[in-house]
């Protein structure tokens, strides 16, 4: 408990710009462990011809820095619209002149860990006990997530987000975020458990509508 609570206390500009190069680090050991010319080859085997799917996997490789280039701004948009989100739950709550958007914002990305730890958890996975797979199966899987209880051929592909964003990381993001704003403040944590579920998850609801909107129109 103590070292998480000196965690939270590090510095938040510190903790930015080390999941900003944790996230990109992460990018770079898939792209060159996970993403191969044979991965390439099963994905588009069916559809394409073998020198047509390389020529697409050399264009990906040759692009590839514009990914690590927008790496930072996603980033920042997403904190910022996740602390935006959490800040009403605050503001509803009556605990806006104890937590202030600042405070939020720095719990919003020390608690990115989570997230940062499952993306390391499925790199792992795939790197050393998934066996044979193609990029439809990396996109597809996330660990400890309701996704991981059907094949990927047995669900629509409108349902694979919302079935992968059910996972057990999201329950650890929330109490890490609940705990991180206690630290900040002099209320229970109750309140802050209170202030998080009552803004992050109908933010989390309608930003899965959202990408079951955009999906069920580009399959429309």
Known sequence: ??????????????LFLAIIIANMLLM?????????EVVFYNTYSEQLSY????????????????GYAITPLVLVIKFTLISLVIYIGIFLCDLHEKISFKKVFGTVVASEIV???????????????????NLNDL????????????????????WIFPLQILNLFQIIYLLAVSYGLYLQADVSRSKTEKAVLVSYLPGLLIWVAFILFLTIGTTA
């Not at 020198?51 to 514009?66: N, Q, V």
Request: proline share 1%.
């Open 1 to 14: 408990m103590n070292l998480l609570i000196q965690y939270f206390r590090l510095n938040k500009y510190h």
């Open 28 to 36: 770079w050991l898939s792209k060159s462990v996970l993403i191969n």
């Open 51 to 66: 020198d047509r799917s390389m020529e697409l996997f050399e264009d990906m490789k040759r692009y590839s820095w514009i």
């Open 115 to 133: 997230f940062l730890f499952a993306s390391i958890i499925k790199f792992l996975w795939l790197g050393f006990f998934a066996g044979n797979y």
């Open 139 to 158: 996109n597809f899987f996330y660990p400890l997530s309701l996704a991981n209880f059907f094949s990927r051929t047995e669900i629509d592909r409108i």
